[in-house]
T-cell receptor, first 119, second 111 residues
Framework: AQTVTQSQPEMSVQEAETVTLSCTYDTSENNYYLFWYKQPPSRQMILVIRQEAYKQQNATENRFSVNFQKAAKSFSLKISDSQLGDTAMYFCAFMKQYAGGTSYGKLTFGQGTILTVHP | GAGVSQSPSNKVTEKGKDVELRCDPISGHTALYWYRQSLGQGLEFLIYFQGNSAPDKSGLPSDRFSAERTGGSVSTLTIQRTQQEDSAVYLC?????????FGPGTRLTVT
């Protein structure tokens, strides 16, 4: 079984600054995917960024980037130039890659980090 | 296009009653997932359907929980004889590939 741990229940950052959210995971799998999801007060979960475990290069999406350390089983999210709209709960999630390289499977989530961006 | 929709958005029920929660996935998405979000347990997987394969029910917490997906589209999650610990937000997601698209959830309150 996989476990995902987010050790920061709450974080805050000033607008325009940079913040890093931490995530560690435990698995015996070698092939898997990692995700960061954002859940604003509206409850709608939105995918922020994903990382395939076989890729050494860290994923980036505009102001969002990850630091993926496979050996350490660490997957942190860096948000640059924070904006008020980034205020939300952020979830780190793990998905095992099933036989045949299928893209379907259940997500295992961490406990979440509430991020507040202050003006 | 239309996203994943769920109904009702809020449901209050008395302990012991049965409830049905509905999920309309994005058209054409072959996979459909149910998750539960509660204060005590966080976000946890319940069940998922993929095409015509047998559903993965490994996350259902008890036999009071069941789900079906009719015609490869709409899904209904049924909770029988509800208990107070069933109070949570029930999230549905659908996917065509790796990314799961979530609905806004149904907040269930059992009194």
């Amino acid at each position: 079984a996989q476990t995902v741990t987010q050790s920061q229940p709450e974080m805050s950052v000033q607008e325009a600054e940079t913040v890093t959210l931490s995530c560690t995971y435990d698995t015996s799998e070698n092939n898997y995917y990692l995700f960061w999801y954002k859940q604003p007060p509206s409850r709608q979960m939105i995918l922020v960024i994903r990382q395939e475990a076989y890729k050494q290069q860290n994923a980036t999406e505009n102001r969002f980037s990850v630091n993926f350390q496979k050996a350490a089983k660490s997957f942190s999210l860096k948000i640059s130039d924070s904006q008020l709209g980034d205020t939300a709960m952020y979830f780190c999630a793990f998905m095992k890659q099933y036989a045949g390289g299928t893209s379907y499977g259940k997500l295992t989530f961490g406990q979440g980090t509430i991020l507040t961006v202050h003006p | 296009g239309a996203g994943v929709s769920q109904s009702p958005s809020n449901k209050v029920t008395e302990k012991g009653k049965d409830v049905e929660l509905r999920c309309d996935p994005i058209s054409g998405h072959t996979a459909l997932y149910w998750y539960r979000q509660s204060l005590g347990q966080g976000l946890e997987f319940l069940i998922y359907f993929q095409g015509n394969s047998a559903p993965d029910k490994s996350g259902l917490p008890s036999d009071r929980f069941s789900a079906e997906r009719t015609g490869g589209s709409v899904s209904t999650l049924t909770i029988q004889r509800t208990q107070q610990e069933d109070s949570a937000v029930y999230l549905c997601a659908s996917s065509l590939a790796l990314e799961q698209y979530f609905g806004p959830g149904t907040r269930l309150t059992v009194t």
